[in-house]
């Protein structure tokens, strides 16, 4: 009976990480909820030239930081260079230095521009400081210099 007992659990924990295996699921890196994901393919973000290390590391904060819901109406600065600019779409394209308040390393992505007065110092080429923050999954420019 013992020996029955032992060998469903073993049966059981076989198929379990059989089926995650089979679907590419992980803890490691993953915010919950969201589906799994490589640096490369991230919406918005061009992850060129990150590390693999960088990007765990990215995607580690990136759960932390969803897990704690701290960034939510937090403020973050950077640095940056505008790549691109869609006042249609209400986006610019920045590829900024590392943010350190989100321990991200230096990347180019996509912000959302809600006040649209901030197009106006938006020049593409142009380095600027900036600061935003994350609405729920977007993060929103909230000033330029």
Not at 38 to 52: E, I, N, P, T
Not at 70 to 94: R, S, Y
Not at 130 to 144: H, I, N, P, S, W
Request: hydrophobic letters at 40%; proline letters at 3%; glycine letters at 6%.
């Amino acid at each position: 009976m013992k020996t029955a007992a032992t060998l469903t659990t073993l049966l059981a924990l076989s198929v379990s990480s059989l089926a995650l295996a089979q679907t590419g699921a992980s803890n490691s890196g993953m915010m919950p909820g969201m589906p799994m994901q490589k640096c490369v393919d991230m919406q918005g973000m061009d992850m060129k030239g990150m590390s693999a290390q960088d990007c765990k590391d990215m995607m580690q904060n990136m759960n932390d930081k969803h897990a704690a819901k701290t960034t939510q109406n937090a403020n973050h600065q950077a640095t940056g260079i505008v790549k691109a600019i869609d006042p249609a779409k209400g986006t610019v394209t920045l590829a900024h230095e590392p943010v350190a308040s989100l321990r991200w390393p230096a990347m180019t992505m996509r912000f959302t521009v809600k006040d649209k007065a901030l197009f106006d110092k938006l020049v593409v080429d142009k380095k600027v400081d900036f600061e935003f923050k994350q609405q729920g999954k977007d993060y929103v420019l909230t000033a330029v210099q």
